[in-house]
């Protein structure tokens, strides 16, 4: 009697050894499974890091692009005002001025041009 208690007691001993090693083989599997997921998940999170530091930075470029942008629209706006503040005498007096320095020039590169071929 006792022995066959016994090598019941032995049987349900196996069986609980069995049983937490598998657990603990099972938690193991799991544990290393969070472990890879973890560093793919960190190496994601850095290149994102690294993908929002360059938009940062690209943005911080277009502002500067924006802001030297704005500054010569202002600029030119400015240009506009005062052609728009000219009267028209002193446009064509202007266009006069423009037209005889250009004449002057050319009438200059022609002399040039023929000293040289003389």
């Known amino acids: 009697m006792f022995n066959l208690i016994?090598?019941?007691?032995?049987?349900?001993?196996?069986?609980?050894?069995?049983?937490v090693g598998g657990f603990v083989w099972y938690q193991s599997e799991r544990i290393n499974t969070l472990k890879h997921q973890t560093a793919t998940l960190e190496q994601k999170v850095t290149d994102q890091s690294n993908e929002i530091e360059s938009l940062r930075s690209d943005f911080k470029g277009l502002q500067d692009l924006d802001s030297g942008r704005q500054s010569n629209r202002a600029e030119l706006q400015d240009l506009r005002n005062k052609v728009s503040k000219l009267s028209e005498a002193d446009a064509k007096k202007d266009t006069k001025v423009a037209e005889a320095q250009i004449n002057e020039t050319i009438n200059t590169l022609i002399n040039d041009i023929?000293?040289?071929?003389k």
């Open 6 to 19: 016994n090598q019941y007691i032995g049987y349900i001993v196996l069986v609980i050894v069995l049983g």
């Open 114 to 117: 023929s000293e040289a071929t």
